[in-house]
């Protein structure tokens, strides 16, 4: 807590190319809110431009492992069947939501839905492009992807989108001010209504 102010789970989720990082790292920058990114971990090669410590933890698989074993998660998964491992660290959203933050884990369908077991009141946003055709063009002009990576994800992309219904609010980014406009009135809409019930109403 935060001198009174209640933190909170932020969880977005949607295929990959949906633009959540960059509607993500918007948000951070421009919605009033005490909002903190939950940096996750994984074994994953850093693309370039990406920094250690900032876009993601990176980890060996031995190094990810140990610290799952540890039980230093709140959630893990082997993302795209091809070995990497992604997790939410526990310390990280602990400390967030204890010091009164507002934390955003972007993560995917199915962390989203273990995440949801522990904390039930956690905000749950599922941002997406409009169409898989969308998706498509999207993955190939960003071109950090092979053909098969983009395969793959374009198949993730199509289960992702059955989850949809299981979160409370869906935007569609097809325009990324548009997108982060819409998710900041979403948080902020949550923060007017927690201040007006009891700060153990709404946190976990
Ligand atoms: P990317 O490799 O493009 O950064 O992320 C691939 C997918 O992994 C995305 O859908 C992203 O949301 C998801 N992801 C990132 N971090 C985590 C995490 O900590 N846990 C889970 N379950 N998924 C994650």
């Known amino acids: 807590m935060n001198g009174g102010t ?6 977005i989720s949607g295929p990959s190319g949906a633009g959540k ?3 993500v790292g918007r948000l951070l920058a421009e919605c009033e809110l ?3 990114l939950s940096v996750s971990a994984t074994t994953r090669r850093p693309r370039p431009g990406e920094v250690q410590g ?12 140990a610290r799952r074993d540890n039980g230093e998660f709140l959630e893990w998964k082997e993302v795209f069947g091809r070995g990497d491992y992604y997790g939410t660290l526990l310390g990280t ?10 934390v955003v884990l972007e993560i995917d369908v199915e962390g989203a839905m273990t995440v949801i077991e522990t904390y039930p009141d956690a905000i749950t946003i599922f941002l997406h492009p409009g169409s898989t055709g969308e998706l498509e063009r999207r993955l190939r002009e960003r071109g950090t992807d092979s053909a098969d990576a983009i395969a793959r994800r374009l198949e993730v992309a199509r289960r992702e989108m059955t989850f949809r219904d299981r979160y409370k609010h869906h935007v569609q980014n097809d325009a990324v001010d548009k997108a982060v406009a819409e998710v900041c009135g979403i948080l902020n809409a949550r923060a007017a209504a927690a201040t007006t019930k009891s700060p153990s109403d709404t946190t976990r």
């Not at 900032?54 to 492992?65: A, N």
């Not at 959203?93 to 507002?102: E, I, L, R």
């Open 6 to 11: 209640p933190g909170q789970l932020v969880i």
């Open 21 to 23: 990082s960059t509607v």
């Open 34 to 36: 005490p909002l903190e």
């Open 54 to 65: 900032k876009d993601y933890h990176f980890l060996s698989r031995d190094q990810f492992l």
């Open 93 to 102: 959203v602990t400390a967030g939501v204890n010091a009164g933050k507002w």
